[in-house]
């Protein structure tokens, strides 16, 4: 682990590294481009300075950039699906990964309208898209399960359910089996209130971040952000879990659900975002 002086030095270089990401949006509206790349650099600024501000255990500074983030994810997400011929196709093909990494950063946010954000955008993605990128099909069900299930449209969410229980085994899968499980099992628990399940999710994606991801000192290896995100929901749905390991910190399970204030300079389209989202119970 990353002394303080060096996680506070990683703050003021992840803060200058955010200007980079208004610049961008700048020089896309100057030249008349769709400014995804830009979103995305913000939504990476903001899980960084959240992840930092997080281990320092500087709680609502952690929620206002995981907020931000959040919601520039989930703009570029609406973006690539309102300009699907104006943005280069990675951007389209790797939709569904950018749709769980809004709504992973939403959660960890805990701010209601920022997760309502999040899930409009999932709910917009179209099945068919399977169609170009079959190797998203277990990424595509868990997150529209999620989004459904957070909505409380649970028939929806069952019938994800059933299909990612489907294609869980299938060996051309982006998602591997061992995450795609772990989804399967937090879906299914939430949906049934098993906290059992729901347990044995969360156990599964750690056991993953510790074994495969943990051990460095990127922000994604010292925060275990999948587990840390499933942890504040299934607390927020009145489920007593509990995870024990140097990647999710303490100050994760004093974090709680409600709005926050997003940084003073958080763009306008990404504050009339926040305002017109649905918020979540």
């Not at 983030?69 to 973006?79: F, K, P, R, S």
């Not at 399967?184 to 098993?194: I, N, P, Q, R, V």
């Not at 990647?247 to 975002?273: F, K, Q």
Request: proline residues 3%.
């Amino acid at each position: 682990m990353l002394s303080e002086t060096e996680h506070r030095a990683r703050l003021e270089r992840f803060s200058s590294a955010r200007e980079s990401g208004f610049r961008a949006l700048k020089r896309a509206s100057e030249e008349g481009r769709v400014p995804v790349s830009g979103f995305n650099w913000l939504h990476l600024q903001g899980r960084d300075l959240g992840t930092i501000e997080l281990l320092l255990g500087n709680i609502q500074a952690a929620r206002q950039w995981f907020a931000e983030g959040a919601l520039a994810e989930a703009m570029m997400c609406h973006l690539v699906l309102q300009n699907q011929d104006m943005v280069e196709r990675d951007y389209w093909s790797n939709l569904p990964i950018s749709a769980e990494h809004a709504l992973r950063d939403a959660l960890l946010s805990a701010d209601p309208r920022v997760v309502g954000a999040a899930v409009d955008e999932i709910l917009e993605l179209d099945e068919s898209s399977l169609d170009d990128s079959p190797d998203m099909t277990t990424r595509y069900y868990h997150l529209t399960g999620l989004a459904h299930l957070l909505r409380e449209d649970t028939a929806q969410a069952r019938t994800a359910l059933a299909s990612l229980r489907d294609s869980v085994e299938k060996d051309d899968q982006y998602l591997g089996t061992y995450f795609a499980q772990a989804f399967a099992d937090a879906l299914e628990g939430f949906l049934d209130h098993d906290e059992q399940l729901v347990q044995q999710a969360l156990d599964s994606l750690t056991a993953y971040h510790e074994d495969v991801r943990g051990g460095g000192d990127g922000t994604t290896e010292l925060l275990d952000h999948y587990t840390s995100a499933f942890l504040l929901l299934a607390r927020h749905r009145g489920m007593n879990v509990h995870i024990d390991s140097e990647y999710v910190p303490a100050a994760v399970y004093d974090i709680e659900w409600g709005s926050v204030e997003l940084p003073e300079d958080t763009p306008d389209a990404l504050r009339d975002l926040y305002e017109n989202a649905e918020p979540i119970a």
